[in-house]
Nanobody
């Protein structure tokens, strides 16, 4: 079983930055993509970004493109989400997710096998 734990959430003013981390442990998979999702109160879980095993391919939601950067360090079993120019509508519980295997990047939550518990990001205006 794979465990994912997110770190780095917090309260930040609009225009500020945060860096989220997602650490994998347990029977970590040797290949596969990972992603970040978020869910605001009363809304459905929303795709944010995804990254391939090698880190050479990335995929972003239009709402975060050019502001957020996804990356990973497989030697540390860690994925990151650098969030710049944060806006109040970025406020949500942010989750990391993983899917083993060689399938392509996806924005569909149901196609991920493993999920963290989430870390809260709150952006004040």
């Amino acid at each position: 079983q794979v465990q994912l734990v997110e770190f780095g959430g917090g309260l930040v003013q609009a225009g500020g930055s945060l860096r989220l981390s997602c650490v994998a442990s347990g029977r970590t998979f040797s290949s596969g993509s990972m992603g970040w999702f978020r869910q605001a109160p009363g809304k459905e879980r929303e795709f944010v970004a995804a990254i391939s095993w090698s880190g050479t391919r990335t995929y972003y939601a239009d709402s975060v493109k050019s502001r957020f950067t996804i990356s990973r360090d497989n030697a540390k079993n860690t994925m990151y989400l650098q969030m710049n120019s944060l806006r109040p509508d970025d406020t949500a519980l942010y989750y990391c997710a993983g899917r083993p295997g060689l399938a392509g990047l996806t924005a569909v939550p149901g196609e991920y096998n493993y999920w963290g518990q989430g870390t809260q990001v709150t952006v004040s205006s």
